[in-house]
Structures are given as C-alpha cells and as structure tokens.
C-alpha cells in the first residue's frame, strides 16, 4: 500500500476502538469534539506525504518494494540520521500549524529501541519480530502511539511490593501462539485516534517480577482495550477571536488491558526481566531527543506572540520589556544549542549500531527546557498584562450593540486596531492562561520524562572520573 492519504487516516480510525470521553462512549473519535483537535493534529503526518514541497523530508522509498514509505521507519543506522530526524520533527512541527502531529515519531522511537534491546540480547526472534513489524506499519502507513507510563501505585514500591499486583502492566497466562496481559497504563498521547499501541515495560525489574518483563504490539481495536480520554479544548472554538486555521493540540488517555491477547508475532520481551529497564532506557535514548526537538519550533511560536504583545501594548522599547526580551530569547537559543550539541556526537547505542543523539546533551536540553519554561511564561504573562484573562470574548466582539464600545476602548499601540489587539490577546490566553496552558506546563515538566529522570541521565552519561581524574593530575593527587 501507498502512502495514506489525511482522509484515508481518518477513516481508518472508524473501528471497534473502545473510547470513553467525559463518561460518554465515543462512537467515532473522527466527529468527538475533543477528539477532533487531535485526530487533526495526527492528520498533518498524513498530508505531509502528500504534499510536493513536505516529500523531500518525509518520504523515502521502502529498501524492499521500493514504494514510497514515510522517512519515520527508517532504520537509524548511521550518525546522519539523528540530523535527518531533527530536519523531520521540526518540519513537521512547522507544518503542523506549531504542534507535533505526534502519530508515528513515538512509535518509531519505541521500535529504535526494541530492536537495540534484541540487537544487545543477541536475540534474533526479537529482532526479525521487531523489524517484521516496522516493516508491517510502514506498509500499511499505519500510526502508533507510545505506551510505557504505568499506573505505579506506590511509587517507592516495586510491582511485586505493591499491595496490588495491577499497579504495573503484567503477563496474566500464555498459550502456544498467544500471551494474554493485564494493567494499566497512564497518560498515553494520541492513543485514542492512533491505529497501533507499542508497549513496553517503565522500570527495572527483579527476577520475582518476570511477568511484568513485556514488550508487545496491538491494533487499538484489540478486545479488552478500554480507553477513558480527559478533554481539552474543543475543536469548533467558538469564544476565542477566529483564526486562519483551527488549534492544535492532543489528547491523553488511561489505556485499561483487561485479559489483552496478544499474538506472539507482535511479543518483543517476554519475562527478560534483565532487559525490562533496557528497554526504557533505549526507547528513552531515541525519544528525549524527538522531544527537545519539537519542544522548539513550540517555543519559537510561544516567544513571538509574546513579542507582539509587546508591541499591541506599546511596551517594546522599556527596559524591563527588553530584559524579557533577552531572557526569552537565551531561553530559545539555550535549547536549540543544545539540541544541536546533541547531533554533533551522535551514539552508536550500546553497540547495537542504531545511532542515538548524544545522551548527555538531549538530556540537558529536555531538562534545561523544563526548568526554565514557567518563567518564560511568567514573562510572557507579564507583557500581556490582565487582559489574557479578562478580556471580553468573541461572542460579545460579533454582537453590534457591544462592539463599538469594544472599538473605541480596546483599542492598543501603533497600528494594533482594538480587533487585532483582543485577537492576540485571545491566543495568548489560550497560550497562557487557559486550562491548555496549565496542561502545558504540567507536560513540560511530566511528558518525556520528568526532572528526576534526566538528573539520572546527566549522573549516568556525563564523564565524572575524567573531571577528577583531570584535577588528581593538576594536584599532583595519587589517591
Ligand atoms: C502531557 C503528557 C503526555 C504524556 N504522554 C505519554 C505517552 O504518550 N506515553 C507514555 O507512556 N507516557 C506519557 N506520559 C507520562 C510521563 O512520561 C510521566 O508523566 C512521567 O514519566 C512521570 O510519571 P508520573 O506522571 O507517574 O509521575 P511520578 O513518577 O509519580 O512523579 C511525581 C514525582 O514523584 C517523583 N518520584 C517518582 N518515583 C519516585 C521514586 N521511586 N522515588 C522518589 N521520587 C519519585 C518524581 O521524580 C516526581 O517528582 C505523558 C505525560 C504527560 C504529562
């Protein structure tokens, strides 16, 4: 099959997916109003494939059928994909009206990593399972979403500690063909509007935690799947002041396995529970770097229409106003340098010879981007001033009676009319002040791994015996 076309997607998502959305079941995830925003959002992976100026850096021809394949299933296999992957996301961020379409870079890191977890195993049924698959999805031009966040319960505990062994995903009983698993698993972007689930374990785990050593592949649809969605902004956005084209965004899920079977084809660990926190570790290596990645284009977007506020206001040339300026901007290029020191090295991942950004720098920039973000949004609160909040809605701007006192009043600097002034007020209350904006800065710090994770990467990754070892000469040291 050929790449799939936006509406091809759309209607592949038309199954027997089991969604639940505010406490009502949602028949067609295409329609939801919630759901829409980010089945639109994934759309943009689709159209890219489609579109002329987009194909250079989004299609690739399949190495066996020679058709065209999306450049998302591509093996990393040499240093120079990890430019070729920054290039990708970042393209499709810009395309995607400022946000990650989301549907196939998390899946795709997910495999990267499981196919170095059976490459260091040396264990070749993983490995032509995992490669099979790749080549199934890139196929059919499927989608994917990355399950591995359990539910975790007692997060000092391990899953044979806890008082209920459902608080980590595990295998329940094994057939000849088949495993069946149980659990749960939180916060998974995308899955409800995604065709396949790529699972893996979150934790290292003990020898008398075996069953909770699973990695596995399902299509959505799978009997026992239950998806509960939580709601963000609609798609049909009628408060906020129009724009050319629609907000982005996605959804996230709480992913119920009750008694999932699984086919053995689609098993890629099962109980090596030496390799349960390998297989994190991996898919994390892969996907920290997707993540700084799209975290810029976002922040790029954020910081400007934070600027123009400056300018609605009148406020461009104060001092103060200019040291946010400077502040947002070393925030801005901060990141990127990083995330751009992190392709200067690119790894050769545990030797499996699949090439990962530089650990240490992907993980500094996921970290030095979380932990600087709500002060950029201070900032950009600030130069908004108390309208992003109180500002009349779009509604009362269409009403004739209201709209010429909103005219005469709401009016700002320069050539801002009081429609372009509320107009950019009404995206940055969407941007920073809205429930969007707080799950954004929840994200920032949560999604992709939060701070203690990366603060483990830096102590893991970062050449500590040769900055003692460089001082033990500079002294004179023998200890
Ligand atoms: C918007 C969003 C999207 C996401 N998308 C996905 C997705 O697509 N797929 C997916 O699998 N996951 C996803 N995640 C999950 C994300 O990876 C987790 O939120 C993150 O790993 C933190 O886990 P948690 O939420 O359970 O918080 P916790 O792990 O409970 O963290 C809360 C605090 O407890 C601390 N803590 C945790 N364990 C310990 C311990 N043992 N000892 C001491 N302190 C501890 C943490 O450091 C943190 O300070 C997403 C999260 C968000 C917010």
């Known amino acids: ?139 059919k031009d499927l989608s994917m979403c990355g399950v591995v966040t359990d539910v975790k319960g007692d997060r000092s505990k391990s899953p044979s500690q806890q008082e209920s062994p459902d608080y980590y995903l595990r295998v329940v009983d094994e057939t000849e063909d088949e495993i069946v698993v149980s659990g749960a698993k939180a916060h998974i972007t995308a899955s409800a509007y995604t065709d396949e689930m790529i699972v893996i374990p979150t934790r290292n785990l003990s020898e008398s935690e075996a069953e909770y050593a699973v990695a596995f592949a399902i299509p959505v649809d799978t009997k026992g799947v239950i998806q509960i969605c939580r709601p963000s902004f609609r798609y049909e956005d009628k408060s906020h002041f129009p724009t050319p084209r629609p907000k982005r965004g996605h959804v996230e899920a709480l992913v119920i396995f009750d008694n999932v079977r699984v086919p053995k084809e689609r098993v890629f660990l099962l109980r090596e529970w030496q390799f349960a926190q390998y297989a994190a570790y991996a898919f994390t290596a892969f996907h920290r770097f997707t993540a700084v990645t799209y975290k810029i284009p976002i922040i790029e977007y954020f910081t400007g229409v934070g600027m123009l506020a400056a300018d609605a206001n009148g406020i461009q040339k104060a001092s103060h106003v200019r040291e946010q300026f400077v502040r947002m901007i070393n925030y801005i290029e901060t990141v990127k340098a990083l995330a751009e020191a992190a392709m200067v090295e690119p790894e050769n991942l545990g030797d499996s010879g699949l090439y990962v950004a530089n650990r240490l720098r992907s993980n500094m920039a996921k970290l030095y981007f979380a932990s600087n973000f709500h002060e950029f949004i201070r900032d950009i609160q600030d130069l908004a001033g108390g309208l992003v909040v109180t500002q009349p809605s779009y509604p009362d701007w269409q009403r004739d009676d209201l709209r010429p006192y909103l005219e005469r009043y709401m009016g700002g ?52 015996e040769m900055y003692k070892e460089r001082a033990k000469a500079l002294l004179g040291l023998n200890v």
């Open 413 to 464: 600097a320069g050539n801002y009319t009081a429609e372009e002034r509320l107009k950019l007020m009404s995206m940055l209350h969407h941007l920073v002040a809205s429930d969007f904006a707080g799950w954004h800065e929840v994200c920032t710090i949560h999604a992709e791994g939060s701070f203690a994770a990366q603060k483990m990467m830096l102590m893991a990754e970062a050449p500590m």
């Open 1 to 139: 099959m050929a790449l799939r076309t936006a509406d091809q997607y759309r209607e592949g998502l038309k199954d027997n997916r089991k969604i639940v959305m505010l406490g009502n079941t949602v028949e067609d995830v295409t329609e939801d109003p919630y759901l829409k925003v980010g089945v639109e959002t994934a759309a943009f992976d689709f159209l890219m494939g489609h579109d002329p100026e987009m194909q250079e850096i989004s299609v690739m021809k399949d190495p066996e059928t020679g058709e065209d394949i999306s450049t998302y299933f591509e093996i990393p296999d040499t240093p120079e994909h990890v430019h070729k992957r920054y290039n990708l996301v970042q393209s499709a961020c810009h395309y995607a009206d400022g946000a990650l379409p989301f549907v196939k870079d998390v899946g795709t890191d997910i495999m990267n990593g499981l196919l170095a977890v059976a490459r260091i195993m040396g264990n070749k049924t993983y490995e032509r399972r995992i490669n099979d698959y790749r080549k199934y999805c890139a196929q």
